[in-house]
């Protein structure tokens, strides 16, 4: 009774707004400027792109459609540690996924070879629950491990026909009790699925998008943006690299956020119909090794659009796409390109591009770099965090003499990397990246609740998932 009552209302409501003006792209600021005490100390100091020895950044920016538990703690105990695996050894990569909180697909077939309905994909409540929590535990357990780091919007609402949505404002405020209760926060949000998504905000071209319409019964924005949502994902593109991944937005409401692009298809063919590749049966493809070295030699950063649990076989990644994961580890492991989870890619080329300091000369000639402020069209001035400049790297032409202060004392040593020249010649000083963590924390009762799913049911149908290869209207 209630899910009917659902779908008249927001029927009645799913096209009210057409005419609403949509969100605007601010103008791109300018890059990163220094300010020199000492002039010859300012020429000689510069900021590095990437955290060095790195050449490109790449992060895979997965959308948690078709995932249920079992695919989860397969995928990431594969890509995040250095455990055996039924892929194999462990690839010791940082790359974190997303998550739904509900459910509200009509959906046939199932998501997963063992017989789970779309229905029972993971979720944080149980399908349009506000009360009974499905996954919950499993997902906040995750993302403080580090293995989650985005929302894929509140859910996945995507219905048949994309005029009805069984999404309701309520839920979005039931979300974001759960997230101050359980004490998260994401910083990233990727919209989700067809029309009937009706939560996604941040596309100036969508006609559907309602998330952030002050007047709309689907305005959310005031709601998540709050809770720390910085970055935004709402438009397709074709380009494997970039020079710079953001673009700032001002939503309807005037809040203020972070477009990011993900590489998601490979542009039109002839007849015009778009190549989606965000499927793990063209990973192969996507991590080519054209690609890697493409963004290796134009130094480029990468997000790189997945979905990867959204196959229904035992094994979600196939055999190729498993050796191009073990190609970008070793890419990683040489120091060439840096993978890391989308949060922290998307944090770090905003501060880079965003970072104001100046050179000066201390005592004994030391080299002094002042951590001033960073400034932009999003977050406006604001005080930089030890996190926020993890990766930071400064060409100097003596690191051994340089001292890095922020907030009017000098960074201890520990938080310091003095490196050696790299393929320019110059030498640098870098603000130490995040530390590794490549191991297992599930808590034993996740496992335990993974197992108590039984064994798999008999599911023979493993033809691909046409709806990842069809149209997206994002």
């Known amino acids: 009774m209630k899910t009917t009552w659902l779908l008249l209302t927001s029927v009645l409501w799913l096209h009210a707004d057409l005419l ?24 000689l100091v510069t900021l590095h792109k990437f955290p060095y020895p790195y050449q490109a950044m790449l992060t895979i920016a997965s959308d948690c459609d078709g995932m249920t538990l079992r695919k989860f703690l397969l995928i990431h105990r594969f890509l995040n540690t250095r455990e055996k695996t039924p892929m194999g050894k462990g690839l010791e990569l940082d790359i974190a996924d997303s998550f739904f909180f509900f459910v509200g697909t009509d959906r046939q077939g199932a998501c997963d070879y063992d017989g789970t309905k779309w229905q029972d994909q993971m979720s944080y409540f149980d399908r ?11 997902i906040a357990s995750f993302t403080r491990m580090g293995w989650i780091d985005s929302l894929h919007s509140f859910g996945d609402f995507t219905m048949a026909s994309p005029w009805v949505t069984l999404f309701q404002r309520y839920m979005a405020k039931a979300a974001v009790q759960a997230l101050k209760e359980n004490k998260l926060s994401y910083s990233v949000w990727i919209n989700h699925g067809n029309e009937s998504n009706v939560d996604n905000f941040g596309n100036p071209e969508s006609h559907y998008q309602k998330g952030d319409l002050i007047r709309s019964h689907f305005y959310v924005t005031d709601l998540i943006v709050p809770t720390g949502v910085h970055y935004v994902w709402s438009r ?65 950063y990468s997000i790189v659009a997945q979905h990867l649990g959204g196959n229904q076989a035992e094994i979600p990644i196939p055999k190729d796409g498993i050796a191009s994961l073990a190609l970008l580890a070793h890419e990683y492991q040489r120091g060439n390109i840096l993978v890391t989870r989308t949060s922290r890619l998307l944090r770090y080329n905003e501060l880079q591009q965003s970072l104001r300091f100046a050179i000066s000369k201390g005592a004994n000639h030391r080299i002094m770099i002042r951590i001033l402020y960073a400034e932009n069209l999003v977050a406006g001035v604001f005080q930089p965090t030890m996190d926020d400049l993890r990766g930071i790297t400064f060409y100097t032409p003596d690191p051994d003499h340089t001292t890095v202060v922020l907030d009017g004392h000098e ?8 490196n050696s020249a790299d393929e320019s010649g110059k030498k640098s000083i870098s603000i130490r990246w995040w530390p590794s963590h490549v191991t297992d924390d599930t808590p034993p009762a996740i496992h335990e609740q993974k197992a108590a799913q039984g064994p798999p049911m008999p599911f023979t149908h493993h033809a691909p998932n046409r709806w990842m290869w069809s149209e997206d209207p994002l």
């Open 236 to 300: 397709r593109d074709s380009e494997f690299g970039l020079q710079n991944e953001l673009y700032p937005i001002v939503l309807r409401d005037g809040r203020k956020v972070w477009g990011f692009y993900r590489y998601t298809d490979d542009g039109y063919t002839k007849e015009g119909a778009l190549t989606w590749n965000w499927n793990p049966r063209r990973l192969s493809a996507q991590l080519s090794r054209k690609h890697l070295a493409m963004i290796e030699k134009n130094h480029l």
């Open 411 to 418: 960074i201890s040593e520990r938080e310091l990397v003095r």
């Open 20 to 43: 609403s003006p949509v969100c605007k792209p601010l103008p791109v600021m300018a890059a990163t400027t220094i300010t020199a005490h000492t002039k010859t100390e300012g020429q």
């Open 128 to 138: 349009l629950s506000t009360t009974d929590v499905k996954d919950g535990a499993a």
